[in-house]
């Protein structure tokens, strides 16, 4: 038991690395273009992302998840052979899948750009993203090869270089273009992602065992594309929602009012990486390979859901309690906005956290017609709730609508996977879920009050999180060295407390 919660903690502590040093970076690159491009500026960059993430997620038919599904069932197996039938199974679909996306999204770009952006003439632009498009099916591809090996310093690397090496790029673009340097801004993370990713899916070296029919991969490609093509739709129906809902409120509200939700999202997204990238680098393939073991699933589960919440628990509290200074440093005072979206948007990410660790076990099983039913279930909720909520409450609904849709999401993914691996919250994960959430609501209804309110009792809850959570990692996962002994403090400090007990 130690060893699990030691492993997961280094896959935490490896990924979360990685993510805060592409936050840095990230809050580099999205301060200079709120201070250069204003809301606007920002709305835009974040549509046409989400143009290239879509037209990526119909083009990938899914195969970046499936991928690391096979691979790590492949690797768990230990036959060379399976590996290399895999592995090149996965190029070939990949190619053709990121050539013809690519082709048809370049075909229509002009109809893109009047439905997107309401301006045909900006086709030019819109047929560039058919490159990026290409190119984030390829690292998808990569990734799941990498992730589906347990490569898990490999990713780590590959995000911190492709971060920096993008924020640079994209930094010297709007400083020297200024608005017209915004379609390398959002080309600049595709080229660097799969350029790098190359690189070290190529020192992996070249396949072992022996000949790989078209036979073998034929097979592979049924299962890839069979399994592939729900989850592709339920990626396809939330990134159609999330373009939805940013058509949305630029059509009723205006080009500024976007911005500020983009920047409310975009911080939400980012800090988010630190906790959830080690679920999908170590957790699910770890899951996946255990999929036919009911019991060893269900503590995979827990275990993973109980340092989710650890490790978040200060990030939310902090979060809220300083968020009227984050969006300012972030962005600009022009962005203050966002800060009430921001809020309740922290409020549904204590769900996400909670949920995450039982949506992968779906995935696990390869079960892509659930899959697609409880994330095309929650974006329905999120969009419908967004369009009634708008003429009343403004821009703040899209924060609302974000928490409701994780308040549906995360009991219907609780009781399905209840329902098929008997799985049930351990006591402690109950008990941090609901202390969690009581205080981040706490100190989010307090900010809505009185500003100076909720920065004390935030912080002091944050702190008291986190306390409470290093003594707790550390007894988990028997850490060592100068960590151990902060943790051995911290036990000792809430041993004094009384709320520590052995």
């Known amino acids: 038991m130690t060893n699990s919660y030691r492993q997961i903690l280094r896959s935490s502590s490896i990924i979360g690395g990685a993510s805060v040093i592409n936050i840095a970076v990230g809050l580099l690159r999205t301060k200079i273009a709120a201070l250069l491009l204003g809301p606007a500026g920002v709305g835009l960059i974040g549509l046409l ?51 013809a996306g690519a082709l048809l999204f370049w075909l229509l770009r002009d109809e893109l750009a009047w439905r997107v952006l309401g301006d045909r003439s900006r086709g030019t632009e819109v047929a560039w993203l058919a490159a990026g498009l290409a190119l984030t099916v390829a690292s998808a591809s990569q990734s799941a090869l990498l992730n589906g090996m347990r490569r898990i310093g490999d990713l780590a690397r590959i995000s911190v270089f492709s971060g920096v090496v993008s924020t640079a790029i994209a930094i010297a673009a709007v400083v020297w273009w200024g608005q017209r340097g915004i379609l390398a801004f959002v080309l600049a993370a595709p080229v660097a992602s799969f350029l790098l990713g190359h690189v070290y899916v ?140 921001l809020r309740w948007q922290v409020l549904g990410d204590v769900l996400k956290v909670a949920s995450w660790p039982l949506g992968f076990v779906i995935l696990a099983a390869g079960d892509g017609r659930t899959f697609m039913l409880t994330e095309g279930v929650a974006i329905g909720v999120f969009v419908g709730l967004l369009a009634c909520l708008l003429p009343m409450a ?42 969690l959430f009581i ?50 403090l911290s036990r000792k400090m809430m041993m004094k407390a009384g709320v520590w007990h052995e």
Do not use: C
Request: charged letters at 10%.
């Open 202 to 341: 190529a020192r992996l070296g070249k396949l072992r065992g022996g000949s790989v029919s078209l036979a073998a991969m034929a097979a592979q490609w049924r299962v890839m594309l069979g399994l592939g093509a729900a989850f592709m739709v339920s990626g396809l129906v939330t990134n159609l929602g999330q373009l939805a809902a940013r058509t949305l409120i630029q059509h009723d509200l205006g080009p500024e009012a976007l911005g500020h939700f983009q920047a409310a999202w975009l911080i939400s997204m980012t800090y988010l990486g630190f906790v959830l990238g080690a679920m999908g680098t170590d957790y699910y393939p770890r899951l996946a390979a255990a999929i036919g073991e009911p019991e060893q699933v269900n503590r995979l589960v827990n275990e993973q859901t109980e340092v989710a919440l650890l490790l978040a628990g200060p990030v939310f509290l902090g979060m809220l309690a300083l968020a009227p200074w984050v969006i300012d440093l972030l962005y600009s005072r022009a962005f203050s906005d966002a800060t009430g979206i």
């Open 439 to 488: 205080a981040s609501a706490a100190v989010a209804g307090l900010g809505s009050w009185r500003e100076d309110a909720a920065v004390v009792v935030g912080l002091l809850a944050a702190l008291g999180f986190g306390v409470d959570g290093l003594a707790r990692l550390g007894h988990m996962a028997g850490l060592g060295g100068a960590v151990g002994r902060l943790a051995g």
């Open 49 to 99: 992302q989400n143009m290239m993430s879509t037209g990526a997620g119909i083009a990938g038919l899914g195969v970046g998840n499936v991928g690391t599904r096979q691979i790590a069932q492949a690797t768990a197996a230990g036959g060379e052979d399976a590996v290399a039938v895999t592995r090149r199974a996965l190029f070939w679909l990949t190619l053709i899948l990121a050539m």
């Open 394 to 435: 403004g821009i703040l609904s899209a924060g609302i609508s974000f928490f409701a849709m994780y308040a549906v999401l995360a009991p219907a993914v609780y009781v399905i996977v209840r329902r098929r691996t008997g799985f049930r919250w351990a006591p402690a994960v109950w008990r941090r879920l609901l202390l």
